[in-house]
């Protein structure tokens, strides 16, 4: 419990520590919302003190106020629960902006995430098992392949063949304009169907590394006394399977756990490239008009929830692994 | 062998998944009534009254409409919408409108004086009222207004009026007036803010009003039924790909009216809008085009291409606080030694065209402001390296082997600050190559566009030669000789036409007259400050003249292409209008939703 307690109090330095930086970082990026405000208002005819006080009311923060000001502003708020308002979205909380793409993007990744694990996992055995084979190299050559090429080619190509050339599947959004969100079929069978592409993207591009690393790691176990052990015994194949299975999938549960906190993150350009409301998206956005408060509260979302996931990962592992000492 | 068919099974599954996902494809729900369109126009007005952070963004050029729609022609002439008629007094003082008792709110109750009356509140707390120079309005019946001009401001009939009737679109005073603080508050606070600025009554009149314009322009309506409509369509709802708006039969224009459902796409990016476009999902764009997309979709669905006339376009302001800039000759050399029809070819390769005539008017102003012997007596600047090099050598510039070296001694070389308008960014280049090869070495400095305007742009005075948005976005040159003349170079006019030199940066530091060889002294600011107010035709064609003469002759900015409004429409499913022949018709592709037009006059039949 007080490993627990301390690991917990360590990761919160650490996301305090990461969103402080990344709350200086961003400020350090070519552009300026506050400057760009006040200098539209000049240019609309306002004096300065006119334009000062324009882009206080609307941004709620003094264009000149210093950058440390302004990080006691945003820490204190933080502490009170609020990630402010948007500037892009004048008034609208960055909270309700989150949790609003949050759960596209859950949704989509975390298919996409586990659809990708368990064909990598599939293959990855299949490829060590049969590693001398063309079946093999075939799987690890396509894995490869998959891995190397970027999400967003894959995100055009997928588009351009399922969209523009067999109208297959739709573009973008993520459900039908005729369909009413909420639990009914036909909004449903939408949201299936509009996700077909993202969540295809997520995979291909996803299951090349677990297949990759799967195949290393079962070759490694499968040499391993225990599993020689298993076959002198004379152990069925099935229970040398999931011997197999079992140990060879310990390793990757850390980069799980890990990607499973990631995805809160979403993806900038799958979701870009198929106009998907999640967290990628937004995060572009406001990436574009230079959108700090926004900024700040996906950083903190993507950074929490790594760190967190990481604090479980550990805290699993070695319930998952005995040779792990606690 | 047993591996194989488990690999077998894997691929049976998955081809099943994909059959099922398949399944789920919603049935093609298209109407022949539904009109599809992308991108576009949105009209001034609010902000946006729908819940933002669900996604909902509204076209309110859709869901609401103005008084009437300007032609953009040089009759003045306006089509009627909400308005049934108008007038405006002979000093163009006071405009009274009068509401066409047909127009009426979606459910069906009328549009009344006071919807106008809190519409155009609204902009008296934005502030935009009194720039046209509004001091107030009354209502003489339900459907009757006045809106009364301080005399004493500068701001001609034609402008006025387009600004009442055609630029703000009429909201309804039952979803708004509760939101506004009482009209006396209102004009009280209005005139408070127009005191001296460093007033402390002042200061806090324009706090308040501040506040006030970001409560109005940040209101989520959370229930949006309440929203009430006055425009052909009321919005439905909306994705994060598209938007689905309906049919509003009380429309004034409702007979004519023959699309029941519009789909507007969410145009994220250009591509999003292109693939529609290959697809035949798209009746309207307004997007954009690299040349290869370009041929692959004007080559399917019937999608035909329009450039519409638009007043603006790229320029190389010079900065005359800047050695050479500060000599005419080195600008007008510079005009000669840039061939404007090649760098247009390849900034906008794309039916752009290049400006004919340098003197701060679009081709299509000239045409309508000035007579052709008036238009043949401006230098056009054709391509001729020769003349440049002469006007160089004429104030001591010398050529050597390393190129131009200028009298100081100093080569003459050139830095051209432009933002990453990929556009732009190709035009500079093409400038920058074609000077370096004629002995003036040229470094096209293209930055990030947030820095670029983050620093003001070229009007920052910071650069010695900047990239420019010239023509004034409007076919009446007040504005564009406003920008180069007042803005970039650092004037101001008081509201009774008082013109003032201010502090801080500079552009442009041009004279205050020019002398205009075989001409005569030209007066820039008070010429602009004229043709803002109301001038006899005769004595608003000397001034726009005048103006046009001195552009033409001291060249502060090189205007190098005409940006057009690139529209792309299909006659796939409706029937389009014989609008290449009528310029007000063209205009509206530029200047509103060509579809709210030319449906609301019966000009759009389904197909």
């Not at chain 1, 304009?177 to 169907?193: A, C, E, K, R, V």
């Not at chain 1, 990628?280 to 700090?292: E, H, N, P, Q, V």
Request: with cysteine; charged share 10%; net charge positive.
């Amino acid at each position: 419990m007080n490993k627990l307690v301390k690991r917990l109090g360590s990761s919160f330095l650490i996301i305090v520590i990461v969103t402080t930086m990344t709350f200086f970082l961003i400020r350090l990026m070519p552009g300026n919302p506050y400057q760009v405000m006040y200098h539209q208002f000049l240019m609309q005819g306002m004096n300065a003190q006119q334009a000062q006080d324009q882009v206080r009311s609307i941004l709620n923060v003094s264009p000149n106020q210093p950058v440390w000001q302004q990080f006691i502003q945003w820490f204190t708020d933080l502490l009170h629960g609020s990630l402010g308002t948007s500037i892009q979205e004048t008034g609208v909380p960055v909270t309700e902006l989150i949790f609003n793409a949050l759960p596209w993007t859950l949704v989509t990744v975390s298919i996409g995430l586990l659809l990708s694990f368990v064909i990598g996992i599939v293959l990855g055995v299949i490829s060590a098992t049969k590693r001398n084979s063309w079946l093999s190299g075939m799987i690890d050559n396509i894995g490869s392949i998959a891995h190397a090429v970027p999400a967003y080619v894959t995100a055009v190509a997928l588009l351009y063949l399922f969209n523009v050339v067999w109208h297959i599947f739709p573009s973008s959004g993520a459900y039908g304009i005729m369909d009413t969100p909420g639990l009914n079929w036909s909004f449903i069978s939408s949201f299936l169907y509009h996700m077909a592409l993202p969540v295809s993207t997520y995979v291909l591009t996803g299951f090349g590394s677990w297949e990759l690393a799967m195949k290393s790691t079962t070759i490694t176990v499968i040499n391993d006394d225990f599993m020689m052990a298993a076959r002198l015994r004379g152990l069925t194949r099935q229970t040398q399977m999931r011997y197999l299975g079992w140990n060879s999938i310990l390793p990757l549960f850390t980069g799980f756990m890990l990607s499973l906190g990631g995805m809160f993150g979403g993806s900038i350009f799958i979701e870009g490239t198929y106009s998907f409301p999640g967290i990628g998206a937004l995060f572009a956005t406001s990436i574009g008009s230079r959108d700090y408060p926004v900024m700040e509260g996906c950083f903190l979302l993507t950074t929490t929830t790594i760190i967190l996931a990481n604090v479980i990962a550990d805290m699993f592992y070695t319930k998952l692994d005995p040779r792990i000492v606690d | 062998m047993v591996l194989s068919n488990q690999v077998s099974k894997i691929l049976l599954a998955a081809s099943l998944a994909g059959s099922t996902l398949l399944l789920f494809a919603p049935q093609a729900s298209a109407q022949s009534t539904t009109i599809s369109i992308a991108g576009g126009w949105q009209t001034n007005g609010i902000n946006n009254p729908l819940p933002q952070a669900n996604g909902n963004i509204i076209d309110t050029g859709l869901s609401y409409a103005p008084l009437a729609w300007y032609k953009y022609t040089g009759n003045y002439d306006f089509w009627p919408v909400l308005a049934k008629s108008w007038k405006i007094s002979r000093d163009g003082n006071t405009v009274t409108v009068t509401i066409n008792p047909k127009a009426k709110w979606s459910n069906g109750s009328s549009v009344t004086a006071q919807d106008v009356y809190t519409t155009f509140e609204m902009q008296f707390i934005d502030g935009n009222a009194e720039s046209w120079g509004l001091t107030g309005m009354r209502i003489i019946n339900p459907m009757t207004i006045v809106f009364y001009k301080d005399p004493q401001f500068l701001y001609n009939k034609s402008m006025l009026l387009q600004q009442i009737l055609n630029n703000n679109i009429i909201l309804p005073a039952k979803n708004y007036a509760s939101l506004l603080p009482s009209a006396s508050l209102i004009f009280k606070t209005v005139k408070a803010s127009n005191g001296n600025p460093k007033a402390k009554a002042t200061i806090t009149a324009n706090n308040v009003l501040t506040q006030w314009q970001k409560k109005l322009d940040g209101y989520n309506f959370q229930d949006t039924s309440v929203l009430l409509y006055d425009g052909p369509w009321s919005f439905v709802r909306s994705t994060s790909a598209e938007e689905l708006y309906q049919k509003n039969s009380y429309y004034v224009y409702a007979n004519n009216i023959k699309a029941q459902q519009v789909m507007k796409l969410n145009q994220t990016s250009n591509d999003v809008t292109w693939r529609a476009l290959e697809n035949g999902q798209v009746d309207y764009a307004a997007v954009s085009f690299s040349p290869p997309v370009f041929k692959t979709v004007m080559s399917v669905h019937q999608n035909h291409f329009v450039a519409a006339p638009q007043s603006t376009g790229m320029s190389l302001l010079f900065n005359e606080n800047t050695y050479p800039f500060t000599m005419v000759q080195v600008r007008q050399a510079l005009a000669y030694m840039i061939d404007r029809p090649s760098v247009t070819k390849i900034g906008e390769p794309i039916e752009t065209p290049s400006v004919k005539i340098p003197d701060g008017m679009t081709e299509v102003a000239n045409q309508q402001w000035l007579s052709s012997t008036q238009r043949s007596s401006l230098n056009p600047y054709t391509y001729n390296p020769q003349k440049g090099t002469k006007l160089l050598l004429s104030v001591g510039f010398k050529k050597t082997a390393n190129g131009w070296v200028m009298p100081n001694g100093n080569p003459f070389t050139m830095n051209i600050a432009a933002p990453t308008f990929s556009d732009w960014d190709a035009g500079i280049q093409a400038i920058a190559s074609e000077l370096t090869q004629q002995g003036i070495k040229t470094n096209a400095d293209v930055m990030d566009s947030t820095i670029f305007y983050s620093t003001n742009g070229a009007g920052s005075g910071k650069f010695p030669v900047a990239t420019r948005w010239w023509g004034g976005w409007n076919v009446y040159p007040s504005n564009t000789y406003n920008q180069i003349f007042f803005i970039d170079n650092n004037y101001s006019v008081s509201n009774s036409g008082q013109i003032q030199k201010q502090t801080g940066p500079n552009a442009l530091n041009m004279p205050t007259a020019i002398l205009v060889p075989k001409f005569g002294w030209v007066y820039p600011q008070k010429l602009t400050v004229a043709i803002e107010g109301n001038l006899s035709a005769r004595a608003q064609n000397q001034a726009i003249y005048q103006l046009a003469k001195g552009y033409n002759y001291w060249l502060p900015a090189l205007p190098i292409w005409n940006q057009l409004a690139g529209r792309t429409y299909s006659s796939q499913n409706w029937s389009w209008p014989n609008f290449k022949n009528d310029p007000s018709l063209l205009n509206m592709f530029t200047y509103q939703n060509p579809v709210v037009v030319f449906q609301s006059l019966g000009l759009m039949q389904p197909k």
